[in-house]
């Protein structure tokens, strides 16, 4: 064990914890999120996602010595008390089937547009593609994205 | 307690709460065991509570005790709060396909209350009435049905308690959104709330079984349901997009461990021993748990167990008999093995009018066979489940979409009352039929028993994708006759199962730690399948599945449990892809085809399946903009090929037609689905947006099914074992678009009575025909074995010359 210093949805925290755990069971056991959810532990699909300093990372096999940066999970996602526009374009798009995927498709297309503020159908296909869904809810996914960047355009040119 | 004989505790408790007869500090003084979750209960609505509700039990006495909450009682499943709001307690589960939204619509609207004056609990064995959970599709068509009736005798019975208030006669009152005012002076009115806020109703209804329970009101005519017909927005989704609502996954108990398994490295291998001195310096190592061959580390800290699991040292030794074939020999094996014997279940084998005679004397006979692999469920997250053994009594909380038979099961293994043994559902990884999930409750309750605390189990993606159930593989044989007018006069299909000791639900004999620790079911499940469903008219057909047996039958990886839509799209693979081969020896438009074998009859049953199959095929063609010809077109000398195929299918009384139109990259092998259409019939739809998600879901597992997936084994262990070894569909290989038409086929769509029938899976199993079809329109080579990844389509094209 030693002492580890996060940075985690604006908050400091510093733990007694093993260097070499991964990132993701420091968030969900001692943090206490529900954000980042276990997958495969191999980086395959995407369940895990959070922000680091603004990139999508995966945290099943990052150790939390390795996570220095400033970290986003979903909780942190919004802003003032108003949901990320991605996460209200999921919610009209009505998205989620059981959900457990959506943590990681959220993210990626956050970090994506963050980016790529217009992507294109391919650009968005190539851009989520490493993130797995097994409801497939793909085609709804990628309509948000759609609708999220839309929104933010038009948010910045208010 | 007046009135009946068990209302849940936890109504009762409810009740008192929303009563303001127990504050909630009380509450929590009470509960005792539980001390969290009160907080993330609030995330999908507000009144619904969360997982602290006490046991019956107090604290200094007995055990505590989870009775069956009586079904025959309008209080188990409705209550009406001060404020006038309703909670609904429904024994089923949703897995993301809306049916908890649903159900409220149909419920709300029965008891004229607006949507979201009403929230839903599902799936607490202690609170909500023993409905199954899920399963077959049957939410929205019986046992929403169920509920339809119970709210409309909960209103029946608040208008007579407003007539009494009023002295006037029921019909000079009118309802809307729970008040209740008279006709002729709408100024006088009185709320639900005012007339039974926070009290029981005390109701008896009546019912043979939990799906015929009644009260004596009848339910609403079709054409008075104002939310029935509404796309609301499902009200798991905010909670799921901000990450507030608790999962199965997510719950933390005081004094909680952490296990992690360690599963034979072959099929059917013995334990020999455990070193444990290999993981008694793993910090927080607490113990090594084993029975039989199975083998369990309980850790303190989730990592910890993960890494003692890793390095545990366990000699197993192999069986002396090859488990299974190698799935490069599978077909080769099933089609040379024995067919067990009365295997197949009922409809197992069928004949009409003589199939062989009319073979022999056909103009032209066509003969095919067709492969589909085992299919896994691979969950996106593993299965898992917490167990909490305190105070004699046990806990399991989990996403199983069966948490009724869970909890019977789990209290048969552990030699428990069921009384004893509640399972608490929560949202997890989709619950497409027989998961893991079962297994690891199963795990959880055992361990816990074991360790005297609350123990954590998930499984890790190599265990998922390896142990979890499988849907079974087939080997299917089709024979078919036309005679010289290219109509059909002779259909046989022989099919053959890789289902034998199908593991069914739940079952304390079946699960897999029960299996490793040496139980045996008295009887093996023989598992079976009827053929295709359809409603062609073909003169003389038979359809015979019987199952086939590999050497290991218990301890498997392979062992077979319900997945989506059992056999549906493996025996509709079979069948509509042979019906296009037919088609195509009789040189006729596939569609046109389909619809003179629907219109060869004209007799129907009582869900009219037979013109509501003819309106979904018409809709589907309409809708895609079918131009009529015959398969293949001409196939281009590009390097990209176009095609598109139909498939058409019933499951149980929902019809559906699919078309797919692919582009196949002769180079690369790709086949890309661009573009779908799903012409869908299930009479009555509740909610339109949330079905149409549910169709698109169904639609792409099926391509993914189609595509790419496939589970590998070589002669002693699966070897698909994370995403790189069990591919399945991604973002890149999503349609561009994908149009759903929702039919209404029933010839007289605005009778009262018309129901709503099962959406859940049915529009799943056209899809791989779809495909295989329009890859043959796209380029004349006919696919008879999945998965269609690229270089299986690459050899097939090479075969053929292209």
Known sequence: ?158 | MSGGRSVPKAVNDALARWGGTTSRRDFLKTSGLFVFGLSGAGAVGAGRWGYGTEPSGDESSEPASYPDPDFLQLDSWLVVHEDGSATFYVGKTDGGQGTGTATQQMMCDELDLAFDQATVVMGRTDMTVDQGGSGGSDAIERDAMVGRRIAAEARRVLLEMASERFGVPVEGLSVSEGVISLRDDPGRTVTYGELIGGRRFDVALTGGNINATTGVASIKPVQDLKLVGQSIPRYDIPGKVDASLEWAVDVRLPGMVHARHVRPPFAGATLVGIDESSVRDVPGFIRVVSEGNYVAVVCEREEQAIEAAERLVVEWEKPATAPFPASDHLFDYMRGAERVPGSGGRGAAQTQGDPDGALASAATVVEAAYDIPFHGHTAIGPAHALADPSDGQMTIYTNDMKPYSHRTGIAEFLGMDPEQVRVIWMEGPQLYGRTAADDAGFEAAYLARELGRPVRVQWMRHEETAWDTKGPAFAIDLRGGLDADGNVVALDYQGRIANYAHVGYNQARTVLIAQLMGFRPERPSPGGARGPDEMYYIPNRRQETRAVRFPLAFETPLRTGNLRDPNGPQTTFAGESFIDELAAAAGADPVEFRLRLLRGATDDDEAFRRARSIAVVEAAAEAYGWDARPSPGTVGSGRVLTGRGIAYAYRARTTIAVIAEVEVDRETGRVWVRRMVCAHDCGLVINPDSLESTIQGNLLHGISRTLYEEVRFDGEKVTSVDWRTHPTLTHMDTPERIDVVMVNGDPNPDRPDLRPYGAGEPSHRPVPAAVANAIYDATGVRMRRLPLRPERVLEELGAAGL
Request: aromatic share 4%; with cysteine.
């Open chain 1, 1 to 158: 064990m030693s002492e580890i210093t996060l940075r985690v949805n604006g908050e400091t925290h510093t733990l007694d914890v093993d260097p070499s755990t991964p990132l993701l069971y420091v968030l969900r056991n001692d943090l206490g999120l529900r954000g980042p959810r276990f997958g495969c532990g191999l980086a395959q699909c995407g369940t895990c996602t959070v922000l680091m300093d603004g990139r999508a990372i995966r945290s099943c096999n990052r150790p939390v010595s390795r996570s220095t940066g400033e970290i986003t999970t979903l909780e942190g996602l919004p802003e003032d008390g108003e949901l990320h526009p991605v996460q209200q374009a999921w919610i009209d798009e009505q998205v989620p089937q059981c959900g457990y995927c959506q943590n990681g498709q959220i993210l990626t297309a956050a970090a994506l547009l963050s980016y790529s503020p217009s992507p294109s159908d391919d650009e968005i296909r190539e851009g989520m593609n490493r993130v797995l869904c097994r409801c497939m809810t793909y085609y709804r996914i990628q309509s948000a994205v759609k609708r999220a960047a839309e929104a933010m355009a038009e948010g910045e040119d208010r």
